[in-house]
């Protein structure tokens, strides 16, 4: 039986957004105080502007820890664990209540389409709370699958 071999391709900016937009499992890797990593795995998206954006809680790790370094990385992974994922590389912003309502809106839409009620979903995302990490994505590796390197493929 072949053995499947590695992969990584490098892919363009549009090439990139093409590759994030339907994959919706990164883990988000902000610094702590002290700059060791802390990892959250989180549903993510990519807005009109092409930046990734992921919903959260003013007081979770992630926030907190943004706000203060917006150094970001992700590990965007598809659904199959098998399958090609690529580490993104960016600066984070993290927007509160009021001004999260609109672009958590955009957030929904990117990853699940229409709400079947605008005004009950913004009134939900003020009654929770809630906030929204965008990252302007600067610089990222190649889309790479696991296998086997090609010498060791037959």
């Known amino acids: 039986m072949a053995r499947r071999i590695a992969t990584k391709d490098k892919v363009d900016r549009a090439a990139l957004i093409d590759f994030l937009r339907p994959r919706h499992h990164t883990i988000l890797v902000t610094r702590r105080?002290?700059?060791?990593?802390?990892?959250?795995?989180?549903?993510?998206?990519?807005?009109?502007?092409?930046?990734?954006?992921?919903?959260?809680?003013?007081?979770?790790?992630?926030?907190?820890?943004?706000?203060?370094?917006?150094?970001?990385?992700?590990?965007?992974?598809?659904?199959?664990?098998?399958?090609?994922?690529?580490?993104?590389?960016?600066?984070?912003?993290?927007?509160?209540?009021?001004?999260?309502?609109?672009?958590?809106?955009?957030?929904?839409?990117?990853?699940?389409?229409?709400?079947?009620?605008?005004d009950e979903y913004r009134a939900a995302m003020r009654a929770q709370n809630k906030s929204l990490i965008r990252v302007t994505i600067e610089r990222w590796g190649p889309v790479c699958t696991g296998g086997f390197p090609p010498e060791l493929a037959d």
């Open 33 to 118: 105080a002290d700059g060791s990593p802390q990892m959250s795995p989180v549903a993510c998206g990519v807005d009109t502007e092409g930046r990734v954006v992921i919903s959260t809680y003013p007081q979770r790790a992630k926030a907190v820890n943004a706000r203060r370094d917006p150094r970001v990385s992700l590990c965007t992974l598809s659904d199959d664990w098998d399958g090609p994922y690529v580490q993104v590389d960016g600066q984070a912003e993290v927007l509160d209540m009021p001004d999260a309502v609109e672009p958590l809106v955009e957030y929904f839409r990117c990853i699940a389409g229409e709400h079947p009620d605008w």
